[in-house]
């Protein structure tokens, strides 16, 4: 199945390096870009796309409110509450360069399905897409951490995994929690990106979790995410 994309953001480079990006996956389609959220409607109206990429601060209309209308369970009909058909329900990550709590949390409150910033890299990108169209969620690892730290104040109980984790992946697992890609990894255990990436998918597997998200819940949960997150 093809995935098939909606860019909305109002810096034309972006939306060229992001498209260069999904289009580089033969899986993922580019059907169209808007440059402001009214735009960003009006082409998730006409195209149907299955996911829509959406920047925080646009003209016309913000990211919050394009995500609102287009993944939450508003009813408004048409981008200024007109008589036309209301847009369809899309699946919406949320990609942009600033990651306050006042852009984050009502991102996901309003249905947003992942959370980007634009400096997350192309592998990161490309999942969050993926994870979207499969009913799941992928938010940036720095974001991630912020979350956990709220949520897991208490530290409950947590989950036992299917099967233990090595050593090695108990530190790569922690390495995850702690907001590092896997480039980030493998410059600091002087592995390859492709170890990591073997490493990351041998967690997910023992773990019952499906993306990076899940491994970094239980990192934090047992205690063993590591302290420091890396500066970008």
């Known amino acids: ?60 209309m913000d990211g919050l409110e394009v995500t609102r209308r287009l993944a939450g369970t508003d009813t408004d009909s048409g981008p200024a509450g007109g008589t036309a058909d209301p847009p369809p329900k899309v ?66 109980a947590a989950p036992r995994a299917l099967e233990a984790l090595t050593e090695r992946e108990t530190e790569i697992a922690g390495q995850v929690a702690a907001g590092l890609t896997n480039a980030d990894i493998a410059r600091e255990l002087f592995i390859s990106s492709g170890t990591v990436k073997t490493h990351v998918a041998s967690i997910q597997r023992k773990l019952g979790v499906r993306n990076r998200v899940g491994i970094a819940v239980h990192a934090w949960e047992m205690g063993y995410a590591a302290r420091e997150v890396p500066r970008w």
């Open 1 to 60: 199945m093809t995935i098939r994309v909606l860019i909305a953001d109002d810096q034309e480079m972006v939306r060229r390096g992001l498209r260069r990006i999904l289009e580089s996956q033969p899986d993922i389609e580019v059907v169209g870009e808007a440059a402001d959220g009214v735009a960003a409607l009006e082409a998730a109206r006409a195209l149907r796309p299955d996911v829509a990429l959406v920047d925080i601060r646009m003209p016309r």
């Open 91 to 156: 699946r919406v990550v949320v990609v942009t360069t600033f990651d306050l709590d006042e852009y984050v949390y009502p991102a996901l409150r309003h249905g947003a399905c992942g959370f980007l910033l634009k400096r997350s890299g192309p592998a990161l990108l490309i999942e969050a897409v993926r994870a979207a169209v499969a009913g799941d969620s992928l938010i940036s690892p720095s974001i991630t951490v912020r979350l956990l730290r709220h949520v897991t104040g208490s530290r409950p």
